[in-house]
């Protein structure tokens, strides 16, 4: 599922919302997302999971190319951690 | 301070103009229909923020720490999510690259 299907399928359950409400909406959640874990902050999602900053210590790396050493600083990377609902819910099927 | 459903759908409600019933059912069913999708065993693709994919895990030996009993950890299907291009640029740029929390 891509980011217009999720539009698509939000459409059709939501029908007192225009297209472009549910479009502006979505784009509007995930803008939220992003600057909050841009900012630092985490996103708690009860029933889907909750995403945090892991933090990458600076390292000396490889120019893969070249074996020449590059040094990487260190650096904040998003996390997801999925919430109970959902983990269970996908392995549901599967056992 | 973490970002929340209640969160997203006051401010769906501020800047898009929903109605707080049709904010909260929005945010709602924007997650349900990811984790419907995942359910049913496909990938969901949100450009700019990120993917989330299924991963197969075989059986495993595991071990009970407590008791020290070993105990299979059972084959399962688990959730990965991919951070893309873009926020993984912001959350880098933004933040200090020295742990601070």
Excluded: C, W
């Amino acid at each position: 599922m891509t980011k217009s299907d999720l539009i698509e399928r939000l459409t059709s359950k939501h029908f007192q919302l225009s297209v472009k409400e549910v479009e502006d909406s979505v784009k509007e959640t995930l803008m939220l997302m992003t600057n909050s874990l841009a900012s630092g902050d985490r996103i708690e999602v009860r029933g889907f999971g909750s995403f945090s900053l892991h933090y990458r210590a600076p390292r000396v790396g490889r120019n893969p190319k070249t074996g020449d050493k590059v040094e990487l600083g260190g650096k904040y990377v998003p996390h997801f951690k999925p919430g109970k609902a959902l983990r269970e819910r996908v392995n549901a099927l599967n056992t | 301070m973490a970002l929340t459903k209640a969160e997203i759908a006051a401010h769906l409600s501020e800047e898009i103009g929903l109605s707080k019933r049709e904010a909260k059912e929005f945010v709602e069913s924007f997650f349900e229909e990811i984790k419907s999708t995942l359910e049913a065993g496909s990938p969901v693709k949100i450009s700019g923020f990120g993917g989330f994919e299924l991963k197969d895990k075989g059986e495993r030996p595991g071990r009970n720490p407590k008791t020290g009993e070993d105990i299979p950890i059972e084959a399962r299907r688990v959730v990965t999510f991919k951070a893309g291009q873009k926020l993984k640029e912001l959350v880098e740029e933004s933040l200090p690259d020295t742990p601070n929390k």
